[in-house]
Structure formats: C-alpha cells, structure tokens
C-alpha cells in the first residue's frame, strides 16, 4: 500500500512535466536508472540530479525552461525513492561507485541517440549537487557546463542547527517528520501540495544508503574546469548561502555565484523563484 500510495503521488508532480516528455529505464552495471526526458532529441544533453530524498519529478519548471534548445534528462537517483531499482549485488559505496555509474547512464543515452560520445550539461541540487561536482571534477572532459543549486557539502559545512532539525528524519524517516523539517526550513513557504505529499511519502518506500563523503579537496576545486554557476538559496536553513559563495569563487576560477534571495534550500527547484530556471538556461546557452 505505501508504494502505491507513493506512486500516486509520483504520477501527480509528473502530470506538471510538458506534454511531449518521456519516461525511460536506463540499465546500468548498479541498477536499472529511470528517467524523464523532454526536449528535441537530437539537442544537446543536461543531465538534472535531485537532493537526497527528492525524485526527479520537481524538476518540471527547470526542464520546461531549458526543454526548447537542449535534451533534457532529470532521474531518480539510484537507492533513493523514485522508480531506479538498485542492484542489491553491486551497492553504490563511493564517489568512485557514482562516477561509473553515471559515465554508464550517459553512455548508454549516447548510444540511445546514435551519438559518439561527447560532453554533457550537469545540474544538481542539494545531494545532487555533491554528485554533480565529484563527477566534473572526475571525468572533465565529459562535462561541458555545471549549474549547482544550493549545493551541500561542496564548498562549506551543514548548519549545526539544521544538522539537529534534520537528525530525527536520518534516524527514523516518516511522513511526519519530514513534512516538520520541510515547514521548518521552508519557513512556511506555499508548496505544490502534490510535491509536499510525495516528499512525505518517499519516507515509506524502502531506500538504501546514500553515497557520502568528504567535501572536494582545495587542489582538486582549483582545477575544476567546466564553467560553473552555483545559485544559493538567500533564506537557506541549511548552511550560510553567503559563506558558500564566498569559498565557491575563491575555490575554483570558473565559478559564477548568484544568489535568489527569497529562496530557501527546499523550495528549489520546485518552487523557484521568477527567473531562476531563465538564469539556468541562460547559463546553459
């Protein structure tokens, strides 16, 4: 019952996406990874990875703004909720694990398109973000332009508080307690009440350990590549949005920072402020 409960709320916030999206399986040596796709096929790629416990499904606004020059693919992280099906006998355990896992993903819709393989747009948010970041920083020449939003974990620490907040959802995960965190931080924002059930709800669907580790070492940062734009939520609970643009431009040469200032960590990208996407998509042009 909780998956289907679950699924319905899926099928909701998917209903948002334009008319002419597509939802495909992608296998993968760690799983089965579904996506949603928009845009002209033969358009140039952006890969969109939601936060740690998000599926890809809130990703609509960004896809419908980026969806008319590029082929847009937001996915369900595998281990997180969403419709990826982990492999039980080969667990993401390392950013190394995450690394093969998407050069499979992106291979493998290379091939989909009958395209050599080639570079490829990055958008992250959150745990997304973490993700995002090791991968350029991993494979350079795969990642053509990189767009952060409200990234943890990157280029400062959580927030102590919120590290408190957000300990009863890590210890025991369930509807009610994540709704609390997302009241909490959002500061009694207006969701999609649609959005805000599934996120409940992705409590109930069995998950497995997420990926995590330390923050990318200064030297590695330093040599980061593809041009980057790292969009801070002005009203994030979750860390000090200005300490982390601060050390995002003095960490790596190619790092453009902007901040939303009515903006907090969990109301994007779902319910991003006017002209956040536009700022994504001008990023990507």
């Known amino acids: 019952m909780a998956r289907e409960r679950f699924d319905r709320a899926y099928d909701a916030v998917l209903a948002r996406w334009p008319g002419d999206t597509t939802t495909t399986r992608v296998p993968t040596p760690y799983g089965t990874t579904h996506l949603i796709s928009h845009g002209p096929a033969d358009a140039p790629p952006v890969l969109l990875l939601p936060g740690g416990g998000a599926t890809a499904t809130g990703w609509h606004g960004t896809a419908a703004a980026l969806g008319a020059a590029h082929r847009v693919h937001a996915v369900d992280l595998v281990g997180e909720p969403g419709r990826s099906v982990a492999d039980p006998g080969r667990p993401l355990r390392t950013a190394g694990d995450l690394t093969g896992w998407l050069d499979a993903l992106l291979g493998a819709l290379d091939r989909s398109g009958g395209r050599a393989p080639g570079r490829v747009g990055l958008v992250g948010h959150s745990y997304g ?25 990157c280029f400062t620490g959580y927030a102590p508080r919120f590290l408190l907040r957000a300990l009863p959802v890590l210890l025991r995960p369930g509807p009610a307690r994540v709704t609390a965190l997302l009241d909490w931080e959002t500061r009694g924002a ?50 000090d949005p200005a300490a982390v643009a601060r050390r995002a431009r003095a960490a790596a040469p190619g790092v453009e920072t902007e ?27």
Request: aromatic residues 4%.
């Open 129 to 153: 973000a973490w993700i995002a970041l090791h991968y350029a920083l991993a494979a350079p020449d795969r990642v053509d332009r990189l767009a952060l939003l409200d990234p943890t974990n």
């Open 190 to 239: 207006v969701l999609d009440p649609d959005w805000r059930r599934l996120q409940a709800l992705a409590a109930t669907v069995p998950t497995v350990r997420p990926v995590t580790g330390p923050r990318p070492a200064p030297e590695r940062l330093a040599a980061l590549e593809a041009p980057t734009l790292v969009l801070l939520a002005g009203r994030s609970r979750v860390h």
């Open 259 to 285: 901040t939303l200032p009515d903006a907090t960590h969990f109301t994007l990208p779902v319910a991003a402020p006017p002209g956040a996407h536009a700022r994504i998509a001008r990023h990507f042009a």
